[in-house]
């Protein structure tokens, strides 16, 4: 999925998987420094998966996908090339009305205002 995050100074285009098994967004260190930001000044959280446990550090970002754009914090992987870039229930699945079709290869996506 396209994917967009900024910090207001920089931007960075990139793909992200939608991954419902993951608690945050992920991404990788280099995507962090790509936006300038310092990764370790973010809040520090172990993520676990059933290869093995990293670190990431979170920080409050611009999240943009498709039309739809909202702040929120996404995690960096704290070392090179540890993390693919993945859009989780915190900071993604949390703000959309997500829907896939499998039989017509289509995806739906809106923003979820709170009601039903």
Request: hydrophobic share 40%; with cysteine; glycine share 10%.
């Amino acid at each position: 999925m396209p994917v967009v995050l900024s910090t207001g100074r920089e931007s960075l285009a990139l793909a992200a998987c939608v991954d419902t098994g993951a608690s945050f967004c992920i991404f990788r260190r280099e995507h962090g420094e790509a936006l300038g930001l310092s990764i370790e000044r973010g809040h520090r959280q172990r993520v676990r998966t059933p290869t093995g446990v990293f670190e990431t550090f979170g920080h409050s970002v611009s999240l943009s996908v498709l039309d739809l754009d909202w702040e929120c914090v996404v995690y960096f992987a704290a070392e090179l090339h540890l993390a693919r870039a993945v859009l989780g229930r915190s900071g993604f699945l949390d703000r959309v009305r997500l829907a896939l079709i499998d039989y017509d290869r289509s995806l739906y996506l809106s923003a979820y205002n709170g009601r039903g």
